[in-house]
């Protein structure tokens, strides 16, 4: 409540910022706007910043870290011996005081001294809220105020408001950097603690992957073994599917619409192709389960061969008919930009259309569809939806299409879904898993610019 | 060929037959062309045509009509009219009575359980609802359309043959019975289904619909909406426009090439390890979604407004510099607006991705269970493709046809979000 109160006074106490700063500014100068040193509307901005901005950068430091600050108060109000003991009970009493805070039933008879910190901590938070609302408001006033006694005619008003604005800009372009340092932080932090309790080396190659630890001792089946490798070779299998059909498929329609479609055909194809792009992987995922797999598996027991209801077979296919209009529409760029006169000199030569493809535009192009088919190769890699619907969870370590396997993505998704303790091995190697995944995919791409950078023709 | 002599090598046997391998190979390579294009139009055409053949009958629902007796009696026997008596009400009794009185031979009890199965578990509520808004219905007797069972439903639309033996047909024969003599009496019709699209999620088929995961998703987009745009617009007008040419704005720009390559679900875990665990942000919650998704579109929104703001001629600029704005001012007054409509292009296309993305949003937890609509960007909500992943898993039958039908929708959403990117283009698109 106390937030929205903020809220609505910052949004007025700026808009009222900028109208008395435009006003105080045409005042100064008695109405000729020509004696000031920028267009008024420029001063009331000023005003406005000063006036909306302290008291916002405020609110968002105080939003990312009230829980935190209200927490350690509380907690250090606590008797020594309930803080003292290990990181989980830790995390368990504070889970247990923020239930009882929110007034959600923790489902045992709580502690009375738990209770009073869940009071004490609702107290605080709400005390914070109202200290907020009375800081943020006097610093909103404040700089208002601060703001409108510099306006003078010479003031250059525009100057400092497009350095707040380039502050921003700037600001704005550094969240990718901010974007992908968190992606590795994140990736590398959880993957190094997943590293102390499992070795890497082990982990890289291993061969045995069943990631259930054990609840108790005594249970079977629960050795808690993270070797990737079955995961690693199911990933590659249903790629390599993928890439069997993505690839003569995309690059065929990729030279037939550049080279023979007219275009008439042309108009109507493309489209086509970019809706084949644009359906959600959940969609193919779908279809893959229940449409493909059952398919191949009629189809194999027909001809008398055992398949797996969750083949790696139906799930690579429908991954390749995923990747085509992929590989389709970069080869499609490639293709066309080999020039003309090169067609046109092997046309002189009395080379037909397709030896003249074949022999002078694919080896001209051929750096291009390299790195096509390596960024169709990452995007088959990191696809999730597919492998998580159809194929399997065995981690089988085979290279028959006809049977299942599971995916390094595949495993990352069924790691995480649903609640379970963030700390846990089993939790921890969806991390290492998703290092692994994050490492491949950037090489692939990086390789990919390399390639093209390196081998492109220069024709002009 | 009129300068070929008698023995000339254009008139040799070899020569011929090389001309006509090479002309047949010529043939067979623009043939595979034409194969491999009418091959994914006919990938195409299965996935789709596999789809809506599976769910377009999800858009109707069975209903029966039952005569109920709104007995005071087993309503409110007080007679208070009490708003909290009525929503306890055993409307459950009511269906079953009706049921009972139409079906007068059917008296033990395992064949009565069978008989009350026909209608769904939802029924009952669909009576209460009733009272509660016409409280006056007490005492009489109306004929009402009630929702029935999806097996029901499944066994009118055709999917569960008669022909097949009782024990591996999920509806019984006494069921069949019972709903062809319904049916004889006019009282089973395929009606509308609007639950499907009002309705939250459930267990039970007839009562789940997708109105929960579209508002989530909208909620998710507009989170994703409000903070991609601003941040993506200027990065872009930074690097296009003022970004000196050093290490810096090369390392950013390598950057966003890579994110754009970043594998979705690599987002999803940055925020499980970040927004969940370092923030301690709400598990489920659009506002995370909406953070994680903005990400994930942030390079394709940079990248496209990048393009927009190129296409801008240097004529528009340095006319705007001449007459005396600044730097910042030619660009946000002249060069902005112009290249508006390439951006929202982008937006809108960023946008479809981000609307049917599945996998970075089940790392985040928003693949729970919910049932309620959701109303606020903190409550647990999930998204339309999380709830076709989530019905996908379910073994009824009702509920792959209803899968197929939230995928039809999710497909309209996203149909209806390209064609207007596209009239966008279209319309505004200007050469320079």
Redesign the interface.
Known sequence: MQITVLLLVLVGLTAAGYYMGRASAVRAVGGRIAALHSVPAYYGVYVALWAGLPAFLLFLVWG?SE??IVMQMVLGALPQNMTDGSEQSLSLLKADILNIAAGISTGREPDPVVLAAAERYNMLRALGDWMLLAIGSALAVAGLSYARGRIAPDLRA?NLV?RV??V???G??????L??A??VL??V??AMRFFTVYPIFDFLFGLQWSPQTAIRADQVGSSGSFGAVPLFAGTLLITLIAMLVAV??????A???S???PPRVRAT?KP??E??A??????????A???MAPFVRRLGESMGMSVSSESALAAGFVMG?MI??FV?SLSDDVINSVPQSLRDGSYGLGA????T??QVVLPAALPGIVAAVM?AI??A?????IV??AAGLAANLTANPLQAVTTV?TQ??TL????QE?DSPKTLS??GL?LV??VV??SL??IA?RVVQKYREKYD | MAIARPGSYYLSEGYAARLRARYAAEQRFKAYGIAAVAAAAVMLVVLLGTIVGQGYTAFWQTQIRLEIHFDPAEIDPQGTRDRSVLATANTMKLVRDSLAAQFPDITERAERRALYDIMSSGAPFQLTRMLLDDPSLIGTTRSVWLTASDDVDQFIKGYISRDVPESARRVSDLQIRAVDALASRNAVEKQFNTVLFTGGDSREPELAGIGGAIVGSFLTLLVTLALSVPIGVAAAIYLEEFAPKNRWTDLIEVNINNLAAVPSIVFGLLGLAVFLSVFGMPRSAPVVGGLVLALMTLPTIIIASRAALKAVPPSIREAALGVGASRLQAVLHHVLPLAMPGILTGTIIGMAQALGETAPLLMIGMVAFIVDIPGGFTDSATVLPVQIFMWADSPERAFLERTSAAIMILLGFLIAMNAVAVLLRKKFERRW
């Open positions: 990312a829980n935190w525009r497009e604005i380039n921003f800009l700037v704005c372009s550094l969240v990718a950097i974007t992908t968190g992606i994140s990736l932090f959880e003569p498929v995309g690059l065929m329609s030279i037939y619409m080279e023979y479609a194809m086509v192709l809706i084949l644009g359906i959600p992987t959940v969609v193919y995922g779908f279809f389960a229940l449409t008919i085509i209009p389709s037909t259309r397709s030896e493809i074949r960024l990452s995007r890699i990191g696809e999730t939806m998580t619907m993505t990352i998704a995480l879904v649903g609640d963030f969806a991390f998703g995944l994050f995919t950037l791409n990086m610019l």
